[in-house]
């Protein structure tokens, strides 16, 4: 292993020194810049990465930053997380984070309180609406609450086989309705004290007679409406979806999908947009496991950890200026 120091007036001099020195195989494992020279540290062996001394620790709030900047979080509100950030003063971003989400996205589970109100989940087509209510029933059998599904989904082909393949492992009760009177009459059905989840078609929010078509069967069962979104959409999109919807009279928000996505400033965008509060996540397609409860730590570390370290992405930058050499 030799790892060797090159200091130069500028980088692009240090970096000829390197590639004079050690040739086009140079490992860059650190660059900085120390007074008005730039140090680059190199080595030629590939195992001497494992010997590339610690980056002096990343200051808290710039660690923060990078992550909400990598997750695509709305320029204002990873601002105002930052700031909320600051003044909790810890060491550490992890803590830190997780206090400044805590105060501004708050986390309403479904499952662990039995809700007093029929939920209805509503959504974009494809969101995970009924694969979310069949995970909610699960969790709901283990509490050993009594419960019922209904489908409003009477346009979908296959949706009435695919809610009934869940309810019948589960073994759940299910309806269908189509429209408003057909809901209240399986809504009645439910034996008092049952958690009612209801099924709906995939909603185009940009269609105002699809949002108010949602409301009515909402307001006929005086349901919950709890929206369902896939995390990893666009923050501008996400957040007016968010909107939209809470006008419509959603109060909650299931993001899914978290495990094939990577950034999720989409996801805290729909709720900050429509003051949604959290409740389960999306974890994985499994129905038995896929959903849980997750509140702000685990937020945080999702945010902090999908992100790119410094030190990775110095790596990156070392394997781009690599391939340009
Ligand atoms: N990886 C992953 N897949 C999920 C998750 N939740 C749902 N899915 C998958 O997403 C796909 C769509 O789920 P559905 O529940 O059918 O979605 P929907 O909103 O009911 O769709 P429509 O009824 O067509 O509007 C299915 O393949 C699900 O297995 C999740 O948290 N993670
Ligand atoms: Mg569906």
Redo the contacts with the bound molecule.
């Keep these: 292993m030799r790892l060797r120091t090159f200091n130069a007036p500028s980088m692009k001099e240090a970096m000829a020194l390197v590639k004079a020195e050690l040739g086009p195989d140079a490992v860059i494992l650190n660059t900085e810049q120390v007074g008005q020279a730039f140090k680059i540290t190199a080595a030629l062996d590939r195992d001497a990465i494992l010997a590339q001394p610690p980056l002096p620790a990343q200051d808290p709030l710039e660690a923060i930053a990078q992550a909400l900047d990598f997750h695509r979080v709305n320029p204002a509100l990873a601002e105002r997380l930052t700031q909320q950030a600051a003044q909790v003063l810890l060491e550490n971003p992890h803590q830190a984070l997780a206090a400044a989400l805590r105060l501004r996205f708050p986390v309403q589970p479904l499952t662990e309180k039995q809700p007093t109100r029929p939920i209805m989940l509503v959504?974009?087509?494809?969101?995970?609406?009924?694969?979310?209510l069949a995970k909610l029933m699960a969790r709901a059998k283990l509490r050993k609450w009594p419960g019922i599904a209904i489908t409003c989904?009477v346009v979908?082909a296959g949706?009435i086989e695919?809610l009934g393949t869940y309810t019948k492992a589960l073994q759940i009760p299910a309806y269908r309705a189509g429209d408003p009177a057909t809901l209240q009459r399986a809504v009645a059905h439910a034996p008092a004290g049952s958690f009612v989840i209801i099924?709906t078609?995939?909603c185009n929010p940009l269609d105002t007679g699809d949002l108010a078509s949602l409301s009515r069967l909402a307001e006929a069962v005086k349901a919950e409406m709890v929206l369902?979104m896939a995390a990893g959409g666009c923050p501008v999109e996400s957040g007016e979806l968010g909107q939209l919807f809470a006008e419509a009279g959603a109060s909650r928000l299931i993001p899914?999908?978290?495990?094939?996505a990577r950034r999720y400033g989409g996801i805290l965008a729909a709720a900050e947009a429509g003051r949604l509060s959290f409740a389960e996540f999306?974890?994985?397609?499994e129905i038995a496991t896929?959903i849980d409860i997750v509140g702000a730590d685990r937020i945080a570390q999702w945010l902090l950890e999908t992100a790119p370290s410094r030190a990775q992405a110095a790596d990156m930058l070392r394997l781009v200026s690599g391939t340009r050499s």
């Excluded at 959504?123 to 979310?132: S, V």
């Excluded at 999306?282 to 397609?285: L, T």
């Design positions: 959504g974009l087509p494809g969101a995970g609406k009924t694969a979310t989904d979908k949706a695919q099924d078609v995939g369902v899914t999908r978290i495990d094939a999306g974890i994985s397609p896929g």
